[in-house]
């Protein structure tokens, strides 16, 4: 028994309600974005729910890259999104990863993912989708897909707080400090973690404090083993 939707919140809260089997997320964790990670594949891989991910091209746009006419979540996509993915097709580029094929090697990377629903329109396109789960992934290639995420200023003093975030951690201290830092001060705090019960909502509301700028890099979610060394290169 199970459910499909393209909603994570939704995913979550039948995962809290019932007790599903499986769930069909579409689109919500993918190589360009995953706001997943944020509560339902945690819950998910905690409560055995299988995942299975669709819409993990994003409606077109992971599969044919940043072209005149790329698709995505089912619309023309706006320059934000093409620049975006421009921008990781030319970290793939430099490693010798197809885009498609790191979206898809990204997708079945969480060990809450059971598996993944493909879509094809031509029999070639099948096949070539099936070749690419028998191809490896240079571990390197996450380690610079997060750097560019990251964006960390060249002339920054980057301060890492990684982990799993508990209340007793004192983070929120953590952001009040980085909020009263001076203007013009060059220090990032990278957080990275995933956090416990309650404590997410209270993070992200203290995320949006605006006197923290950029000052703050987040990610509010379970890291995998094989990105946790870049946090710490960074």
């Not at 909603?7 to 599903?20: E, F, S």
């Not at 421009?86 to 997708?107: E, K, N, S, T, W």
């Not at 960390?152 to 952001?175: I, M, N, S």
């Amino acid at each position: 028994i199970g459910v499909g939707v393209n909603d994570a919140a939704i995913c979550a809260r039948i995962a809290r309600d019932a007790d599903p089997d499986c769930v069909l997320l579409a689109g919500r964790y993918s190589l360009l974005e995953q706001p997943a990670l944020d509560d339902f594949l945690p819950l998910a891989q905690a409560r055995g729910i299988g995942v299975l991910l669709g819409g993990v091209f994003n409606s077109g746009i992971l599969a044919t890259g940043a072209i005149a006419g790329a698709r995505y979540n089912y619309r023309a996509a706006p320059p934000e999104i093409l620049a975006r993915v421009a921008r990781i097709g030319r970290v793939c580029a430099a490693h010798g990863v197809d885009l498609p094929h790191a979206a898809i090697a990204f997708a079945l990377g969480h060990p809450a993912v059971a598996s993944i629903v493909l879509g094809a329109v031509t029999p070639d396109e099948a096949t070539r989708n099936a070749a690419l789960f028998a191809r490896p992934v240079p571990a390197a290639l996450w380690r610079d897909l997060v750097v560019e995420a990251l964006g960390v200023p060249d002339d920054a003093t980057a301060f890492l707080a990684f982990g799993l975030l508990r209340p007793y951690k004192g983070t929120d201290l953590l952001l009040e400090a980085f909020a009263r830092l001076p203007e013009g001060h060059r220090a990032v705090l990278l957080l990275a973690g995933e956090p416990w019960g309650g404590l997410a909502a209270d993070l992200r509301r203290r995320l949006a404090d605006p006197r923290l700028g950029a000052r703050v890099i987040a990610a509010l979610r379970w890291v995998p083993e094989e990105e946790a060394p870049t946090w710490f290169a960074a």
